[in-house]
């Protein structure tokens, strides 16, 4: 019998999917179906919790695990040893930097206080900072740090990369403590790792220079929290993040009242951009699988 594919999402939207798979459209969350044991490629549904993990289990005939999201930390520890784990890299580029670009420009420029104002039948005129003339450090030059600097660089900004390893024009991570001082706005888009895990402490925010603004669209645990809650208050830095820790924000989260905070919930990639590149992504690699080729964004270890 031909290889048995679950998908989140009903196979003609692939546009030519490889006619050689079997195809079930199955949401985990909802019923498991008893084919589980015969599921050989599976893409779970985007940003789904432990549900995944625990029909992964059940999974004997497991051989790759595709996922729609660019980040698996979440998912790298639960996927079963010997079964492949691709990410969604590429699929949520442009999304994520075109909200990156929003965040930037809104918090810059005073939209959330034009906002208010207006509920409060307000006219409210003043002076901002724009993102022309400005530095924009991008920690974490991959897809998504890339499509960012795409973007940025219309606006007349200097922009400076910051990756794991030294190369042409990019920044080794070691060089953060002397580029941090320097920079107007630091973009974290990194994975989380070990080693990003805690990377915005006091000690990194102490570098930022006054009315720096930080911006996360990586995710909520690179910062810690209690330390961006504390510069925050101080009111010497602004912020604006995508992503926070834990998520949701519970109520009682000390971020909804520091001032100089734009939050979005985690909505990045959450946009009409991602599901035509997940598509493409997904039916490249059905048919990279069906014809028994190597597959794009398969990760290793932490990566
Ligand atoms: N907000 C959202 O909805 C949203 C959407 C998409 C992605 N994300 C997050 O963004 C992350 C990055 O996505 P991507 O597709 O751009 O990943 P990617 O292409 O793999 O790029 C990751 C970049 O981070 C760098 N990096 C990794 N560890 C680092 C460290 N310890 N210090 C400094 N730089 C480090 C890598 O350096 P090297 O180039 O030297 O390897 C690479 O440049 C995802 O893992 C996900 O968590 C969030």
Redesign the pocket.
């Known amino acids: 019998m031909s290889p048995l594919v679950w998908l989140p999402f009903a196979p003609d939207v692939l546009d030519d999917p490889p006619s050689d798979l079997r195809y079930e459209v199955v949401d985990p969350t909802e019923d498991v179906p008893d084919t589980v044991g015969d599921v050989a490629f599976y893409v779970p549904p985007y940003q789904v919790g432990p549900a995944v993990a625990e029909v992964m289990t059940r999974m004997s005939a497991l051989r790759v695990v595709q996922t729609l999201t660019?980040?698996v930390?979440n998912l790298r520890d639960r996927v079963p040893p010997g079964v492949t784990l691709c990410n969604g890299?590429g699929i949520?580029?442009t999304s994520?930097a075109e909200l990156a670009l929003t965040l930037i420009l809104a918090s810059l420029r005073g939209i959330p206080g034009f906002v208010r104002a207006q509920d409060r039948r307000e006219w409210s005129p003043g002076w901002r900072p724009a993102l022309a003339d400005k530095r924009v450090l991008i920690?974490?030059?991959?897809?998504?740090?890339a499509a960012i600097e795409a973007r940025l660089v219309p606006f007349e900004v200097d922009v400076v990369r910051?990756?794991?390893?030294a190369r042409e024009g990019v920044h080794p991570?070691s060089a953060l403590p002397d580029l941090l001082p320097e920079a107007d706005v630091v973009v974290l888009?990194?994975?989380?790792?070990a080693?990003?895990r805690g990377l915005v402490d006091a000690g990194f925010l102490a570098r930022l220079k006054d009315g720096a603004l930080l911006v996360n669209?990586?995710?909520g645990p690179v910062v810690v929290t209690d330390d961006l809650v504390a510069a925050l208050r101080s009111g010497r830095i602004h912020a604006a993040l995508?992503?926070v820790d834990p998520e949701p924000l519970p109520a009682d989260s000390p971020l909804w009242d520091v001032p100089n905070l734009l939050v979005s919930p985690?909505?990045?990639?959450a946009s009409s951009a991602m599901w035509p590149r997940a598509y493409r992504l997904v039916r490249d690699q059905l048919h990279r699988f069906a014809a028994g080729e190597p597959l794009a964004n398969v990760m290793s270890g932490e990566?």
């Open positions: 660019a980040g930390d890299r949520h580029d994520t920690v974490g030059y991959g897809a998504v740090g910051v990756a794991r390893s991570i888009i990194v994975p989380l790792t080693e990003t669209v990586s995710r995508d992503v985690h909505v990045g990639g990566y």
